[in-house]
């Protein structure tokens, strides 16, 4: 055999090497933060569009978005814990913690669908001004991926208990907190531009 | 219950009625589809279909489904192009000049666009993107190829949606790009601009699912000792679109969320009321748009790079040079978006600065021209179909690109701005800089995936034809626009113009025939295959000679796993190295191979997928829960009960394949190894 072709041992995990999985899936939510980007360039633009009607500062109750915050970065502690437990194969605390995480995940949902019906009863909806139709739409993109990190929760919870702490769970868990951890950062800049900000 | 339908306004079935090409081409289809079912059907070929096609995860055969989806929508797009340019031929007069009434004009050319950028090229993009790449890099398959299947399925059904409007309510009337407020509820209040909004929503989730799995093959399974600076230059181009389109489509995602917010949620971003601003669509989409072109052309010059040095028997001239050329063309290509409306006002800086970004650009693509004619230079150039395309290229582009820095200097552009001028530039590049090329790419490793070369005859007259065809149909395009002709027009009052659009169809003519040569170098194939019942015999690896890539040191077609053995790589050109060096392994000792299962989930996704579009267009709300719950569980389903184990061919088996490709290695006259 010459230098230049070796015969190298067949990787036989070719198709579902674990580091390619997760690499695959930081591509995901780096294309998802160019989607977020732009939803925050375009309320900026619109930031203070109000067409002559509400303004946002009016409406906006910085104690209780405080809370909403906190749930949400408290969650994150827990996910964090969930994937300590499962570096120390720890199944139990595994599924404590991401119960845990669930529970302040379905709270801060429920808090921002609570913000969206009082807005809405006040006569506040997308279609009063470009500022609300922004406000909106970038609340709300969050709070769609809120929820589709509680759905893949809840298949997770059925995935530990039937494969325990397989090598696929664990791929799953890396995922699954990269992207718990990705909403929490755009939840932060959503406090900040849009409510911090707003409320100026 | 049926939503839209039942409402008179949206014209359900209008055009069905009153239009009789629409229903003439509708039952043409009809009888096309019933007919390829019932070949299928008596032939007793679903279930082959099924197996070896439809649930497929190999990347090879996913692939050859994206060139058959994009060769169909050429047709389909080019159709709508004739039919533009003989009406345009006609249309001397008023309104009821020509053949086609201002509606059906508008819709033709909206959807000749859409279908030209979104459902031709992209898809023809991704199945030379499947096809090569894992060979080139040396990998058994891509990084995820469930996720390949399922974007495969999903683009299917936004092209099938797409073609839908055909028949069934409108297409939009509103131009590619679908600027508002024209493409709102007050400009557009039927369907047109919803097929529009949700086809190019399901192609834009295809096209990212696919972008993340390139991106993570061409980093994560390139083969031992393949750097980043052994890389074939496709591969280069093909992450740098990637890497492109995963940065741009989001952006184009949002823009087309924020419009169906405003049409169907009655939110005011691009309307004129409610503090609405139309401008910040057209900046979102040409943030979009621009780099989009990009997308398209970088692969482009991938392909040249690697036909040019084939079939010059000579090494790329400048490989580093062509890699920073195309990563400074990632960077510039974002810094250029507003040279497509300079004449929105935006003042004198911000044009200026867009202008020389513009003219900036020209800089790295004139590197790679360069490094192409030094490639050819004492070069021992054989002019084989594939290089005719990409001479064809070379020249044809470096004129488009001309062009294209007269349009960047602002004050010259607000003359050209929307004029034919401008029509005749885009086309100038697309068709000279990446028809051309991609066709290059197919001729060129169509015996790599069928063991057959296209008819060499047909595929030159197909070149001359195409060449010939575009400078007749474009170049008095470029005359008419100096004469002050605007883009699309249904009718014009002005009798010296009508010459140019007479001879600019006798181009399009021209073309028509190049395509048609292309057709039938297919249906010379096909014919092939029907003698051989399917099963195509194994031919040698290197039917061009001089070929430089790893794709080429193995079997034509290639076997489901690619390499028994995978290569490892010292050089760049690493097959070229191989032969030089003469160190080809004949290996015998093989192991078994672990090979991905199929699986039906993309296809059903994809189904659904069509469905939830179909409802939201026509507002049948359950059926977009029904559907959407659908596409949602088939994924969570996948999870739990799909087979992601996948399954080994034994050592036997391979053993067996390999030798009847070493069979007809000796027969080709292969040197025994």
């Not at chain 2, 060769?71 to 000049?97: K, P, Y």
Request: glycine content about 8%; overall charge neutral; proline content about 4%.
């Amino acid at each position: 055999m010459n230098t230049s072709v070796r015969i190298e041992t067949i990787n036989e995990d070719h198709h579902d090497n674990g580091s390619t999985q997760v690499f695959g899936f930081w591509i995901y939510i780096l294309q998802d933060l160019f989607l977020f980007a732009t939803l925050f360039a375009n309320f900026a633009v619109f930031s203070s569009t109000y067409d002559g009607g509400a303004a946002g500062k009016d409406f906006i109750n910085l104690p209780f978005v405080m809370v909403e915050t906190f749930l949400l970065l408290f969650s994150s502690i827990s996910c964090g814990f969930a994937m300590v437990n499962l570096q120390t194969n720890n199944l139990q605390g595994t599924r404590l913690s991401l119960q845990i995480t669930f529970i302040l995940g379905l709270a801060f949902v429920g808090m921002e669908v609570y913000e969206f019906m009082h807005l809405i009863h006040q006569g506040v909806i997308p279609s009063v001004s470009t500022y609300w139709s922004a406000f909106f739409v970038l609340v709300a993109t969050h709070g769609v991926h809120v929820i589709a990190g509680l759905i893949w929760m809840m298949c997770m919870f059925v995935h530990l208990s039937r494969y325990k702490l397989s090598r696929d769970n664990r791929i799953r868990m890396a995922c699954l907190s990269l992207f718990w951890h990705f909403l929490d950062i755009v939840w932060i800049g959503v406090f900040t531009v849009v409510y911090l900000l707003g409320a100026l | 219950m049926f939503g839209r339908f039942t409402d008179p306004t949206a014209e359900a079935f209008s055009a069905l009625q009153h239009e009789p090409i629409v229903l003439y081409t509708v039952l043409t289809i009809m009888v096309l589809g019933i007919l390829v079912f019932t070949v299928i059907t008596l032939c007793g070929w679903w279930g082959t279909l099924w197996r070896n096609w439809i649930t497929t995860v190999d990347h090879k055969r996913i692939g050859i489904m994206y060139v058959v989806l994009a060769l169909v929508m050429l047709v389909r797009g080019f159709a709508d192009a004739l039919m533009m340019r003989l009406h345009q031929a006609m249309a001397l007069g008023n309104e009821s000049a020509g053949y086609l009434p201002p509606d059906h004009y508008d819709q033709i050319f909206t959807a000749h666009g859409v279908i030209m950028i979104f459902f031709m090229a992209t898809p023809l993009l991704f199945g030379l993107f499947n096809y090569i790449l894992p060979l080139q890099i040396g990998a058994r398959d891509v990084a995820f190829p469930f996720l390949n299947n399922l974007g495969f399925w999903i683009t299917f059904a936004g092209a099938v949606l797409i073609n839908i409007s055909l028949g069934v309510g409108n297409f939009g009337r509103v131009g590619w790009l679908a600027y508002p407020p024209l493409s709102e509820l007050s400009g557009s209040p039927d369907t047109g601009v919803d097929y529009y909004l949700w086809s190019l929503q399901l192609s834009g989730i295809a096209t990212t699912i696919s972008a993340i799995n390139f991106v993570a093959t061409i980093i994560k399974m390139r083969v031992s000792g393949m750097t980043m600076m052994k890389l074939p230059v496709f591969c280069w181009t093909a992450l740098v679109a990637n890497v492109l389109i995963l940065m741009i489509y989001p952006v184009l995602t949002v823009a087309l969320a924020l419009l169906i917010g405003d049409r169907y949620l009655g939110m005011h971003f691009f309307t004129n009321d409610g503090g609405g601003n139309p401008m910040v669509w057209i900046n979102y989409v040409w943030i979009f748009g621009h780099p989009e072109v990009y997308v398209l052309v970088l692969p482009a010059f991938g392909i040249l790079s690697e036909v040019v040095p084939t079939f010059s028997s000579k090494c790329l001239f400048g490989y580093t040079s062509m890699i920073w050329a195309i990563l400074v063309i990632l960077v510039l290509s974002f810094l250029v978006w507003a040279h497509h409306f300079f004449t929105m006002g935006g003042g004198i800086s911000v044009n200026t600065f867009f202008s020389v970004a513009t003219m900036v650009i020209a800089v790295p693509t004139g590197v790679k021209i360069f490094n192409w004619l030094f490639t050819m230079y004492k070069g021992r150039i054989r002019l084989e179909p594939p290089m005719l395309w990409c001479m064809g290229m070379i020249f044809t582009f470096v004129g488009g690109g001309l062009t294209g820095v007269m349009l960047s200097i602002a004050p010259a552009d607000w003359q050209f701005h929307n004029s034919l001028f401008l029509v005749a530039h885009f086309h100038h590049t697309i068709i000279g800089g990446v028809v051309f090329a991609y066709l290059a790419g197919l001729v060129y490793w169509f015996p790599k995936a069928f063991g057959i070369k296209l008819n060499r005859a047909l595929g030159i007259a197909s070149f001359w034809c195409w060449f010939i065809g575009f400078y007749f149909s474009f170049f008095p395009l470029y005359i008419l626009g100096l004469m002050g002709a605007t883009r699309r027009l249904q009718h014009y009052i002005e009798p010296s113009w009508q010459p140019y659009f007479i001879i600019a169809m006798i181009g399009a003519l021209i073309i028509a025939l190049g395509i048609l040569f292309t057709v039938l170098q297919l249906l010379l194939v096909v014919w092939y295959g029907i003698k051989h019942k399917g099963r195509l015999p194994v031919r040698e690896n290197d039917p061009w000679g001089d070929t430089r890539t790893l794709e080429w040191s193995i079997s034509s077609p290639p076997p489901p796993y690619n390499f028994a053995i995978l290569p490892s790589v010292t050089t760049l050109d690493a097959y070229w190295h191989m032969k030089t060096e003469g160190t080809q392994c004949k290996p015998t000792r093989f192991s078994r191979i672990h090979m991905p299962s199929n699986t039906s989930a993309g296809f059903w996704v994809g189904i659904l997928a069509l469905i939830l579009g179909f409802a939201l267009v026509w507002h049948i709300w359950w059926l977009v829960a029904f559907s959407f719950i659908g596409v949602i569980s088939v994924i969570i389903l996948h999870s739990f009960i799909g087979d992601h184990c996948g399954y080994y061919l034994s050592a036997m088996e391979v053993q067996k394949t390999e030798d009847a490709f070493t069979a007809a290695y000796l027969k080709a006259g292969g040197k025994e190894i």
